[in-house]
């Protein structure tokens, strides 16, 4: 099955981003952790978290994906964090 990423994308109050994904008929949550958003790209470190997940969005939902097509959905969220990187 395809992976698409319809969003929105939502700031959460720990600090992450939220973004949607869905895979066949299952909507899926993203959460991409405050950690993995200032290691993704070091020189954004200063900005805020919507810039941090805009200016590497493409490389963080190919991790998300890479984990969604490996089932690794708990209660309909995917967790992606600086271990992943």
Not at 6 to 29: C, H, K, N, W, Y
Not at 39 to 66: C, R, Y
Not at 70 to 84: H, L, P, R, Y
């Amino acid at each position: 099955m395809k992976v698409t990423f319809p969003g929105p994308m939502v700031p959460m109050l720990d600090g992450g981003i939220s973004f949607g994904a869905r895979l066949g008929e299952q909507t899926i949550a993203c959460w991409f952790s405050w950690e993995l958003l200032q290691d993704v790209n070091p020189a954004l470190t200063g900005a805020t978290v919507m810039e941090q997940f805009n200016a590497s969005k493409i490389k963080l939902l190919a991790l998300a994906e890479q984990k969604i097509l490996a089932g690794q959905i708990e209660d309909g969220i995917v967790k992606i964090g600086t271990g992943d990187l």
